[in-house]
């Protein structure tokens, strides 16, 4: 979870960092950034699963696509980070740490975006 958390403060930095004169909602577009990364993911996941087996039928349906795929992530984000405003509390944890342990957690997140990467680029070639 740990990893998690930093992954969310990496991406809350990089929209921070582009966004300097526009700082609106900051929390809320980070969170939609990793909706979108874990919904297109797990898109593709069962999209591959349901073409290979052929036995989700109700995959094909929008809304209970959505319902299988886009509100889980949805929920769990708005748990881990939004709920008690959270995402203050790991962005301050963040920022107290010193760089030996940010780099350390840079290259494990480095190592798991390699292999997600990996996995999806495998994903598409099956």
Known sequence: ???YNYF?????????FTNKDFKFWLDIK??????????SSF????????????TCDFL????GYFLFIGLPPLVF???????QDKYKRIIKYFEKIDKKEKKKLN????????FLTGFIVFLLYI
């Open 1 to 3: 979870m740990n990893l």
């Open 8 to 16: 969310f403060y990496q991406i809350y930095r990089s929209i921070k």
């Open 30 to 39: 980070t969170i939609l950034v990793i909706v979108w990364i874990e919904i």
């Open 43 to 54: 898109t593709l996941l069962f999209y591959k699963i349901d073409k290979y087996f052929n």
């Open 60 to 63: 094909s349906e929008k809304l």
């Open 77 to 83: 984000n708005y748990y881990i980070f939004e709920y």
């Open 107 to 114: 290259i494990q997140l480095l190592i798991l975006l390699l």
